[in-house]
């Protein structure tokens, strides 16, 4: 792995606001990042976060995967999440696929990352495929964890609970503890969701080109998505793939049942390198 080319901000102020996060530039956007278990040898993995996640908002995992995995791990908030610049509102219906064949790329060249295994949870496991259709010989493996190929109504329900939530009860007030302006991140995702242009979303069209290995890992109470989505991609890619269903887990295993979630990635990295 390139040793990563790092913009810093000598703000003592700033860099305790953000968890001290490191930023790295790409075009007008300023992104917070992390590097986990540095000095390891193996290749990296880097870390894509759901729609309301940001770096901090994995809490310990990173750093458990890294260190059990004996790999370096990027972490990074997107545009629009934790510390990183806002993004631009409403987000438009592609808006994972501008994040994966545009932002992404740009981040991994800029911070020196070679053919990483990407793992991502929900909208991240959605732009890890979608990039890995795009760029096949530039991904050794893909964990997706609660990923999304299309809209489900059991989905778009749930999104709209948390509309609910988001006004009626503290869920802002535990955003507001990972994101500069709360409102932005979850109206930018729960909006883009939504809104009527987005009922037809679909990166079933990009999987037939994924050609590395996969590991899927879902919660058997996801809240989110069914197992119908795991269907879609192991009969879509042209890459072997593992999938594990996490019993009495929703739709963020690495949360409730960390230590078997940790497990089978670890098993799977293990395997396929």
């Not at 792995?1 to 790092?6: C, E, F, G, H, I």
């Not at 990166?203 to 899927?216: D, E, N, R, S, Y």
């Amino acid at each position: 792995m390139a040793q990563p080319s790092r913009t810093d901000d000598s703000s003592s102020q700033t860099r305790a606001a953000t968890f001290d996060a490191e930023f790295v530039c790409i075009g007008d956007l300023r992104l917070e990042y992390e590097w986990l278990n540095a000095g390891a040898a193996g290749r990296p993995l880097v870390l894509l976060h759901e729609g309301l996640g940001s770096r901090a908002m994995w809490r310990d995992f990173p750093r458990a995967l890294a260190e059990a995995s004996k790999r370096p791990a990027l972490v990074y908030s997107r545009a629009g999440y934790g510390s990183s610049s806002p993004a631009e509102l409403p987000r438009s219906a592609d808006y994972m696929h501008v994040e994966a064949l545009e932002t992404l790329p740009a981040v991994l060249t800029a911070l020196g990352v070679e053919r990483p295994t990407l793992v991502g949870h929900s909208d991240g496991a959605s732009i890890a495929l979608i990039h890995g259709g795009a760029y096949p010989a530039s991904v050794e493996a893909i964990v997706a964890i609660a990923p999304h190929v299309f809209v489900e109504a059991v989905t778009i329900a749930s999104i709209e609970a948390a509309r609910e939530a988001y006004a009626r009860t503290d869920l802002r007030t535990k955003l507001a503890r990972y994101h500069a302006d709360a409102d932005a991140a979850f109206r930018g995702w729960n909006d883009a969701w939504l809104s009527p242009a987005f009922r037809g979303w679909s990166i079933v069209k990009h999987l037939a080109a994924i050609t590395c290995p996969l590991l899927l890992l879902q919660g058997s109470a996801d809240e989110y998505g069914s197992e119908a989505q795991l269907d879609a991609i192991a009969e879509g890619v042209a890459g072997t793939v593992e999938r594990v269903l996490v019993t009495d887990a929703r739709h963020s295993p690495f949360r409730d049942a960390p230590q078997e979630t940790l497990d089978c990635i670890t098993g799977f990295l293990a395997r396929v390198t």
